[in-house]
């Protein structure tokens, strides 16, 4: 695996964030607030929201550049002990056990920066199997299978639940 670390996001070096978060195939496998294209503007927005306290973001730097983002997100109202596990990777980065190391490294510190968190979950689309099996070898158990509950893009996808408890 290739040595990595996970540090709080800074505002002092937006340009690879912007080139690695500009690919295509990351906002395709993001929530919607992740646009395609990804402009300076956004990164600086994100960036500036990144470093608060909460949501629980880190940056994954690989040789000194951020080449992903991994976060604990709080849930609110009936699923308030619950946070939401939200990731990405740079492409040149994929397939290389990264992200499930960063997920084995972040989901205790949510657990212990958030005592009040009982279940951290994560919602793969159906189709991204290399984010399942990264779940999955970082010990997230697969709770449920929702077919046909998220649009993407004009495309109708399935929703698969991953969670870990305390």
Known sequence: MLHFSLRPFRTDAPTAFVMHTNDPTVAAN????????YTEAHARAF???????VPLR???????????????HPKVDLWR?????????AA??????IMTEAIR?????????????MRIVATPFGRNVASQKALEKAGFT??????????????????WIYAVRR
């Open 30 to 37: 993001l929530t919607d607030p992740i646009p395609h294209p």
């Open 47 to 53: 960036l500036e929201e990144a470093m608060q306290p």
């Open 58 to 72: 880190r940056c994954i730097e690989v040789a000194g550049e951020c080449v992903g983002a991994i976060g604990l």
């Open 81 to 89: 002990c619950n946070m939401e596990l939200g990731y990405w990777l």
């Open 92 to 97: 040149a980065h994929r397939g290389k056990g």
């Open 105 to 117: 490294q972040l989901v205790p510190q949510g657990f212990a920066t958030f005592p009040n968190v």
């Open 142 to 159: 697969l709770e449920a299978k929702l077919i046909g509950t998220l649009v993407k893009n004009g495309r109708v996808e399935d929703e």
